[in-house]
């Protein structure tokens, strides 16, 4: 196999992007680069500290350690989604939903803070539903369609730019080390429908939880659940 | 008959108050009292403790939708869920021929919510609640937005369902409307519900 080995120039010199997105936030005040900045240490650390575990995994290739490993990446998982939200569900409740697959975190992400975020602001609209004899169901039907059509945004775009516009980074990887292409592409096919079809029904699922969440047994809207303003929502 | 019995809207202290078929009781008091919170728990809006019977009927053994079908709550600021009046409206044939009373056109049916004035849209929530005849009405300042013409034709239709056997609690600020349309009187102020001559 011909492989390409990076040395750490390389990654340096693709870490100066990164860089130079914190340097535009900071001079258009969209105060990003906190977030940018600690994401990418993190990946840095996250996926150094993968690479050791994978490395003793395939290496002893157990199921009990394997499992232990999938649990941990799916509680990390619920709580990213669980901060990523403007206003946030009270109580334990949200990092259960998140923590279906790690994939569809940036769908359930989504959705929920759609979500949460226009319920608050149609507060009015609602009511005047349920007021009319309307059920929950039914008056907050837009905003669940709403919510569940941004969670689909992210997934719908990457199937919809595979090999047009980006190159999957397992398949790019698998064909610079050397694979067949042919071979590297089926992967990633399946790759794509596992993540399409986990994600689509992990957000179906997490905005029907949050919506039902939302409510009561007498189909009132239940703001007070929804903690007010998170540091997120103020900054 | 509409029967509330220990009903505490939150914050205040439980009442109980009987409301005969076709008689309307108006509720007065301070800003901030309490008297849209007392109409949003008898719509069972808010989570609340107390019963409140219709006929006999308790509340809990109705289908939530199904009680404020029948209590209709409509508040001072009304809310509009598509951008076309006739879009919040079942029967519009029906519609078109009653708006008229509360001095509208048919053709607001056709009109889009975001260019109503605040007396079109005030008048138009509380026709969208009327046009269901609920047996009874529990109405938040139907009034405050309306020119005097537009308020007596709204005071007039009012009268015309009490006459027809609803049961309206009003939320008002105004003793004249209340001395015209209601029977009743319920004051509401430091955090209490007081039952008083009108």
């Given at each position: 196999m011909n492989l390409i080995t990076l040395d750490a120039w390389d990654l340096l010199l693709a870490a100066l992007l990164i860089g130079l997105n914190a340097f535009f936030s900071i001079w258009l005040r969209l105060s990003l680069e906190r977030q940018l900045l600690i994401a990418a240490l993190r990946m840095i650390v996250q996926l150094t500290l993968m690479g050791f575990v994978l490395k003793t995994l395939f290496a002893i290739s157990s199921l009990p350690f394997t499992l232990t490993a999938l649990t941990f990446m799916a509680l990390f998982a619920g709580n990213e989604v669980h901060g990523r939200q403007e206003r946030r569900f009270t109580g334990w409740w949200s990092y259960g939903v998140g923590t279906i697959s790690g994939n569809t975190m940036t769908g359930i992400s989504l959705g929920l803070n759609t979500l949460t975020a226009q319920v608050a602001r149609e507060r009015i609209s609602v009511e005047a539903q349920l007021a009319l004899g309307a059920t929950f169901l039914q008056a907050i039907r837009p905003l669940l369609r709403g919510a569940a059509k941004t969670g689909f945004i992210p997934i719908v775009n990457s199937m919809a730019a595979v090999g047009l516009v980006s190159l999957p980074g397992m398949m790019t990887g698998q064909i610079l080390s050397g694979v067949d292409p042919i071979e590297a592409i089926k992967y990633q096919m399946l790759i794509m429908f596992l993540i399409t079809g986990g994600t689509g029904l992990g957000v179906m699922i997490a905005v029907h939880a949050g919506a039902w969440r939302l409510t009561d047994r007498r189909h009132r809207l239940r703001l007070d659940r929804l903690a007010a303003e998170s540091k997120a929502g103020k900054g | 008959m509409l029967k509330i019995r220990a009903l505490a809207p939150c914050g205040l202290a439980p009442f109980d108050f009987d409301l005969e078929k076709g008689r309307c009781a108006a509720i007065m008091g301070p800003s901030g009292g309490g008297k849209t919170l007392t109409l949003r728990a008898v719509a069972d809006l808010d989570p609340n403790e107390g019963e409140v019977f219709l006929d006999g009927k308790e509340?809990?053994?109705?289908?939530a939708p199904d009680w404020r079908r029948r209590a209709i709550y409509v508040p001072a600021d009304s809310g509009w869920w598509t951008d076309r009046v006739g879009d919040h409206i079942h029967d519009r044939e029906t519609a078109a021929a009653f708006l008229p009373r509360l001095l509208l056109t048919k053709d607001a049916l056709s009109w889009e919510v975001s260019r109503l004035s605040t007396g079109e849209r005030q008048r138009l929530a509380l026709a969208r609640a009327l046009?269901?005849?609920?047996?009874v009405l529990l109405l938040d300042e139907p009034t405050s937005g309306l020119d005097e013409g537009a308020a007596h034709a709204v005071e007039d239709e009012l009268q015309e369902r009490l006459r027809g056997g609803t049961s309206i609690l009003m939320v008002t600020h105004s003793r004249e409307q209340a001395r015209w349309v209601a029977s009743a009187l319920l004051n509401i102020g430091g955090g209490r519900v007081r039952e008083e001559a009108p």
């Amino acid at each position: 196999m011909n492989l390409i080995t990076l040395d750490a120039w390389d990654l340096l010199l693709a870490a100066l992007l990164i860089g130079l997105n914190a340097f535009f936030s900071i001079w258009l005040r969209l105060s990003l680069e906190r977030q940018l900045l600690i994401a990418a240490l993190r990946m840095i650390v996250q996926l150094t500290l993968m690479g050791f575990v994978l490395k003793t995994l395939f290496a002893i290739s157990s199921l009990p350690f394997t499992l232990t490993a999938l649990t941990f990446m799916a509680l990390f998982a619920g709580n990213e989604v669980h901060g990523r939200q403007e206003r946030r569900f009270t109580g334990w409740w949200s990092y259960g939903v998140g923590t279906i697959s790690g994939n569809t975190m940036t769908g359930i992400s989504l959705g929920l803070n759609t979500l949460t975020a226009q319920v608050a602001r149609e507060r009015i609209s609602v009511e005047a539903q349920l007021a009319l004899g309307a059920t929950f169901l039914q008056a907050i039907r837009p905003l669940l369609r709403g919510a569940a059509k941004t969670g689909f945004i992210p997934i719908v775009n990457s199937m919809a730019a595979v090999g047009l516009v980006s190159l999957p980074g397992m398949m790019t990887g698998q064909i610079l080390s050397g694979v067949d292409p042919i071979e590297a592409i089926k992967y990633q096919m399946l790759i794509m429908f596992l993540i399409t079809g986990g994600t689509g029904l992990g957000v179906m699922i997490a905005v029907h939880a949050g919506a039902w969440r939302l409510t009561d047994r007498r189909h009132r809207l239940r703001l007070d659940r929804l903690a007010a303003e998170s540091k997120a929502g103020k900054g | 008959m509409l029967k509330i019995r220990a009903l505490a809207p939150c914050g205040l202290a439980p009442f109980d108050f009987d409301l005969e078929k076709g008689r309307c009781a108006a509720i007065m008091g301070p800003s901030g009292g309490g008297k849209t919170l007392t109409l949003r728990a008898v719509a069972d809006l808010d989570p609340n403790e107390g019963e409140v019977f219709l006929d006999g009927k308790e509340r809990g053994r109705f289908p939530a939708p199904d009680w404020r079908r029948r209590a209709i709550y409509v508040p001072a600021d009304s809310g509009w869920w598509t951008d076309r009046v006739g879009d919040h409206i079942h029967d519009r044939e029906t519609a078109a021929a009653f708006l008229p009373r509360l001095l509208l056109t048919k053709d607001a049916l056709s009109w889009e919510v975001s260019r109503l004035s605040t007396g079109e849209r005030q008048r138009l929530a509380l026709a969208r609640a009327l046009l269901l005849d609920p047996p009874v009405l529990l109405l938040d300042e139907p009034t405050s937005g309306l020119d005097e013409g537009a308020a007596h034709a709204v005071e007039d239709e009012l009268q015309e369902r009490l006459r027809g056997g609803t049961s309206i609690l009003m939320v008002t600020h105004s003793r004249e409307q209340a001395r015209w349309v209601a029977s009743a009187l319920l004051n509401i102020g430091g955090g209490r519900v007081r039952e008083e001559a009108p």
